[in-house]
């Protein structure tokens, strides 16, 4: 039963390599996902939580749950940032928590530079419930079948003014290994990682935003999303994109009431996986908090994309 193990635990591991971080698709919303310099870049506290069903219909489909915070401090250039997350992947369960923090300062009369580190924590194990045994009282299957904490490293840079954000970064850093059991382990892989957005303003009711992000893993084509972006009101998203990995996203999100904003992304398959799954489904709620009233009163706020349509670092 040992190899039977290793193989499920090395084939997952392949599978993970181009995606072992989740490709949320509501990036666009919380860039934090994919940049610890996003941590405090304006005078807000961000609440994001996230849920996404990869490939519903396939048994054991990717399930990923994570939520965030970052917020400056006060109105110094410091931010900070961390959360929670947890992730099922058939019978591999991986979870643990984020801490991040950045710097940023003025480059320009309306525009910032940051640098943000972050750490990731986390603990990889298998889910035995899920486990179709031969053998129930296979001994090589144990309760301690779970790695220990191990630390992993991520780092940032940001560019940003009123109406674009652009940024690179690298997460899995320290390609660390999970060790699940003798002879059993999980390894990371290090993610390069490019965003960003141009905000176009229409006129008083509509804004339009492309944005693009895009990914490289060593030893893998590289993966791009493209997505187009309307608001209208400053309350309400239309979003269209694609996926090199061959799906179609549609997205819809509405401001519930003042800063407190619902998003929702449907990814169409159109790969050969398309057969067996109904999509991918993921939700995103968020609450952005001003500690500074004057700030939470001034019109273009320095945000991002349509939850920050309104937002600049300057006021009007």
Do not use: C
Not at 52 to 72: C, E, I, V, Y
Not at 147 to 159: A, I, M, N, R, T
Not at 192 to 217: C, D, L, M, V
Not at 283 to 306: A, E, H, M, Q, V
């Amino acid at each position: 039963m040992r190899w039977f193990i290793g193989i499920l635990l090395m084939f997952g591991s392949w599978g993970l390599k181009s995606q072992q971080l989740p490709a949320y698709s509501l990036w666009t919303q919380n860039p934090y996902v994919l940049n610890p310099a996003v941590s405090g870049y304006d005078m807000f506290m961000d609440f994001s939580l996230h849920g996404k069903k990869q490939w519903a219909g396939f048994d054991g489909s990717p399930f990923n749950q994570q939520l965030t915070m970052h917020s400056s401090i006060n109105e110094m250039s410091l931010g900070v940032g961390g959360g929670f997350f947890n992730d099922n992947l058939g019978t591999i369960k991986h979870s643990g928590f984020l801490v991040s923090s950045a710097y940023h300062f003025q480059v320009g009369e309306d525009i910032k530079l940051g640098f943000g580190l972050g750490g990731r924590f986390s603990f990889y194990g298998l889910d035995q419930a899920k486990l179709n045994l031969h053998d129930p009282n296979d001994a090589s299957i144990s309760a301690q079948m779970r790695s220990g904490l191990v630390p992993d490293v991520s780092f940032g840079v940001l560019l940003s003014r009123s109406n674009f954000m652009f940024g690179l970064s690298a997460q899995n850093m320290l390609s660390s290994q999970r060790e699940l059991g003798t002879n059993l382990a999980i390894s990371d892989i290090s993610h390069f990682n490019f965003h960003g957005y141009y905000r176009i303003e229409g006129n008083n009711k509509f804004t339009f935003t492309p944005a693009i992000y895009s990914s490289y893993i060593a030893g893998y084509p590289v993966y791009v999303d493209a997505r187009f972006i309307t608001s209208y009101m400053e309350r309400y998203d239309l979003e269209l994109g694609f996926k090199s990995s061959k799906d179609l996203v549609l997205g819809l999100g509405f401001e519930i009431i003042d800063y407190l904003k619902v998003s929702y992304n449907y990814d169409l398959v159109l790969s050969g996986l398309r057969p067996g799954t109904t999509g991918s489904h993921e939700i995103l709620i968020s609450y952005d908090f001003y500690y500074n009233p004057l700030y939470k009163g001034s019109k273009r706020r320095y945000k991002w994309i349509t939850k920050g349509a309104r937002g600049t670092s300057k006021m009007d």
